[in-house]
């Protein structure tokens, strides 16, 4: 796949600062430069999965990148295989394949086992077009590698990155933390707060006939 324009623009962009790597450099464009902001604080863990929901543009990524760049924790993004030369460039790229993925969530887990610190971040509807679910694959990888789950909402209405709380994986099942990301969800109308409301994907399994709250 060639990459898009865009890709190479955003690209070009991080390598250019990438001479300048300090925290409060990338916190300083994100919120004084561009206007951003987080609701509440981040929450204070090493190690945890990030879900992050809705993702409806490319634009996400470019604002994600410069909050991942403005944490303390060494950072990872999940994408699709396709998108592996941007590791390249240096950016955070977890890159997996969306076929013959059994074990992958396992492979993801045990990653954390060689680092101190690691947000791994994941847009859990796996795609910018809606869909009528998301991915459990962040649940899983939680899970296995023993570590906090954080919901994370972008409101491009009020230009706010929205963290809730750590989950514990072990303390809950797949179906009931799906209902919690429901709540948060419905708590910030995020189904609204995308860049392009309208590819906002439905927070159900797969095959599952539970509807989003």
């Known amino acids: 796949m060639e990459p898009s324009q865009f ?22 464009i994100l919120t004084k430069v561009l206007g951003w902001s987080v609701r509440g604080t981040m929450p204070d863990c090493d190690k945890c999965v990030v879900a992050c929901y809705p993702h409806t543009h490319g634009l996400d990524l470019f604002y994600g990148l410069f909050l991942i760049f403005s944490t303390r924790q060494e950072s990872r993004i999940m994408m ?9 460039l240096g950016l955070p790229v977890q890159a997996v394949s969306r076929t013959g993925s059994g074990g992958q969530a396992s492979s993801l887990a045990k990653a954390f086992d ?13 795609t910018r077009s809606k ?26 209405r009020k230009k706010q990155m ?36 309208g590819n906002a994907s439905t927070i159900a399994w797969r095959n599952s006939t539970k509807k989003e709250k």
């Open 7 to 28: 890709q190479l623009v955003t690209a070009a962009i991080f390598i250019a600062l990438a001479c300048m790597p300090k925290r409060w450099f990338w916190n300083f």
């Open 80 to 88: 699709k295989a396709s998108l592996a030369w941007m590791w390249i």
């Open 114 to 126: 060689s680092v101190r610190t690691r947000w791994l971040w994941i847009w859990i509807s796996g």
């Open 131 to 156: 869909s009528d679910h998301v991915s459990s694959g962040f649940y899983y990888i939680a899970k296995d590698a023993g570590i906090p789950i954080v919901f994370g909402g972008i409101d491009y």
């Open 162 to 197: 929205i963290p809730s709380a750590p989950v514990d994986p072990a303390k809950y099942t797949k179906d009931e933390v799906l209902e919690m990301y429901q709540k948060f969800a419905l708590k910030h109308d995020l189904a609204n707060s995308g860049c392009v409301p």
